[in-house]
């Protein structure tokens, strides 16, 4: 049977779909003649996703359906779908007040029933898909993947169709041995009712593939809807310039997910995939990268990619991405800041360096500092945002002190108004050391369900243990109370007028070792 295969990007915020837009790319390259569509319910108002799925399907009749889910987790620290679920989380759980108590009860029982209400909807939408293409080709064969289902995949397959493939981590090479009808046995994978998902599968490498650039004449021409993404004038597309993080951050899975094999895309064909993008009015662009500059070895990849940027002559560009501050040079900073870079996150997690190296990070705070004057010395006078976990692992208020101290810094080279401190507390993923430290600790069960937000779960899963969790509980909520629209820098003011500022000197002075091979330890 002659393949056809149709991409759904199941509902989201508007995102650029690069996921099924470099799957499609990638088939089309190597089999030319399979008929291809793209179906983005990102740009379809939420009551006509199921009748404009049907629609979809009835014209094209696929034979391979290929889900595409980004975001499942919540636990934003700003505004999101429904309201602020950590604010929500935090005055249930800490609040003294039983009014704010209440109203943090029923905004996430709002919360709770937009994510309940969603997850069911992917589900149904799954379902319901599969239905309908196996009406005009009862062979039809359904994949699902993307970001949410590599975070989930244990757990989803227990509410997907009987038959539907599983896929864990990149698409391309699954894809492929879809079309020529080879053996998955061997792909990050399994089959919901015939396979069960290998154990440690999603520990499994990656299969390298060499990536060219994104053909967006052949994308333009199976997605109808890719105009909805050039018309928004400050939508940052997404392209990617790697995969992977060598790194081993506690709390993180995307080193998972992606492996820790750096594979960079070479700079011409992702300049060449730029400017595809570029002449067709496109000036903001996200690297997509887990980390834009993994550590220092890559520094000339990003070196020769941002010189070919500026040759390429897309002098009025913007750019954001995830960077780690450590791997960054002068040289490199002039070129950011001539090729762009409007806007960065640095997820440092703590202004502490010792708590950095418990956490298995790598950072050098003082590198990091230093790069931050180069970079500023460079011109850049945009928006930084700073991640900060706070009671990760061995918080004290020593640590929190320090973390002041090394924010106030990064506020006195970039401008206070430039800095921004985004509070995140770790929403807790499967497959993560942190994980295995709470299985081991006894925090979490064997067999605890990830994707169950009942407020118990979340309790454990919205990392900020005792003895401090209620401590930060207090501050968070006074900090919402004072400024709810500048919630981060409240936060760190209201931390230093409680608890005063470290010297400087004390937040970078533990002694740099190579991350620990052995269990986390937790004093707490
Ligand atoms: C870059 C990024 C962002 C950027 C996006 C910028 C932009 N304009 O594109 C920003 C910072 C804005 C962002 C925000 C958020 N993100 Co984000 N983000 C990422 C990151 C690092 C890369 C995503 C990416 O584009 N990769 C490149 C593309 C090419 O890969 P891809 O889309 O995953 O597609 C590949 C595979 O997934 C697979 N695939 C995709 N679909 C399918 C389908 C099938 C059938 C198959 C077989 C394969 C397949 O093949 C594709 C090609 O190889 C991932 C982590 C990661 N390393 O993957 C998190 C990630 C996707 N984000 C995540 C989340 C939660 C969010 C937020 C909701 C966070 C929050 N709480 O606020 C927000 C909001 C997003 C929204 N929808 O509004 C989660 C989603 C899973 C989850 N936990 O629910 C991830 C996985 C991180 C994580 N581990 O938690 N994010
Ligand atoms: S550097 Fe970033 S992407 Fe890499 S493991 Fe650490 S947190 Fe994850």
Redesign the pocket.
């Known amino acids: 049977m002659e393949s056809r295969i149709l991409y759904v990007r199941l509902p989201?915020?508007p995102?650029?779909p690069?996921?099924?837009v470099?799957?499609a790319d990638h088939v089309h390259k190597l089999f030319p003649q399979v008929q291809q569509r793209i179906f983005d319910l990102g740009t379809v108002p939420p009551i006509d996703y199921a009748t404009a799925l049907d629609a979809c399907i009835d014209e094209f009749q696929p034979t391979l359906l290929?889900?595409?889910w980004?975001?499942?987790?919540?636990?934003?620290p700003?505004g999101?779908r429904g309201g602020n679920p950590l604010q929500y989380t935090f005055e249930f759980f800490y609040s003294r007040n039983p009014l704010v108590k209440l109203k943090g009860a029923l905004g996430l029982l709002r919360i709770a029933g937009g994510y309940y209400g969603e997850l069911w909807q992917n589900l149904g939408l799954i379902k319901r898909g599969t239905r309908r293409a196996q009406r005009y080709n009862p062979e039809a064969k359904v994949?699902?993947?993307?970001?949410?289902v590599?975070?989930f995949y244990e757990q989803l397959g227990k509410s997907l169709p009987k038959g539907a493939i599983v896929?864990v981590?990149?698409?391309?090479t699954?894809?492929e041995k879809l079309v020529r009808g080879e053996s998955l046995q061997n792909e990050r994978c399994y089959v919901v009712g015939e396979t069960q998902p290998r154990d440690r599968l999603i520990h499994e490498a990656p299969a390298p593939i060499e990536k060219t650039a994104c053909n967006y004449d052949y994308i333009q021409s199976i997605w109808n809807e890719f105009e909805y993404y050039l018309q928004a004038e400050d939508f940052?597309?997404?392209v990617?310039t790697k995969r992977g993080c060598p790194h081993n951050c506690c709390y993180c899975?995307?080193t998972v997910?992606?492996g820790k094999q750096v594979r960079v895309n070479p700079a011409d064909e992702v300049v060449a995939e730029m400017r595809q993008l570029y002449d067709r009015g496109i000036r903001n662009f996200?690297f997509?990268d887990?980390q834009l500059i993994p550590a220092r070895k890559y520094i000339d990849d990003v070196v020769e990619l941002l010189q070919k940027v500026l040759q390429a002559g897309m002098q009025d560009i913007h750019w954001a991405a995830?960077i780690r501050a450590d791997n960054l040079t002068p040289e490199l900073c002039d070129l950011m800041v001539k090729t762009g870079m409007n806007y960065f996150?640095i997820g440092i997690t703590s202004g502490s360096q010792e708590l950095v190296r418990k956490m298995r990070m790598g950072y050098n705070l003082r590198t990091v500092l230093q790069n931050c004057r180069d970079l500023k010395a460079a011109g850049f006078n945009d928006l930084v945002s700073v991640n900060y976990s706070f009671n990760v692992i061995d918080e004290t208020l020593d640590t929190i002190r320090q973390t002041i101290a090394y924010h106030r810094e990064l506020e006195n080279i970039f401008g206070a108004d430039k800095v921004e401190p985004a509070i995140f507390f770790i929403g807790l993923?499967p497959h993560t050391h942190l994980e295995e430290f709470a299985l081991q600790n006894e925090v979490l069960r064997p067999g605890y369900d990830p994707m169950n937000i009942k407020p118990w779960t979340v309790r454990k899963l919205l990392w900020n243990p005792e003895p401090l969790g209620s401590f930060f509980g207090e501050v968070c909520l006074q900090a919402w109370k004072r400024n709810p629209n500048d919630f981060g820098r409240e936060v760190m003011n209201i931390l230093e007028e409680r608890l005063g500022r470290a010297p400087l000197e004390e937040a970078l002075s533990a002694p740099i070792v190579e991350p620990p091979t052995k269990p986390l330890v937790l004093s707490a």
């Open positions: 989201c915020n995102i650029f690069i996921g099924v470099y799957l290929v889900f595409s980004r975001d499942i987790q919540i636990y934003a700003v999101g994949v699902v993947g993307g970001g949410a590599s975070v896929s981590g990149e698409g391309e699954l894809l940052y597309v997404g990617q899975i995307y997910i992606e996200w997509t887990a995830y996150e993923q």
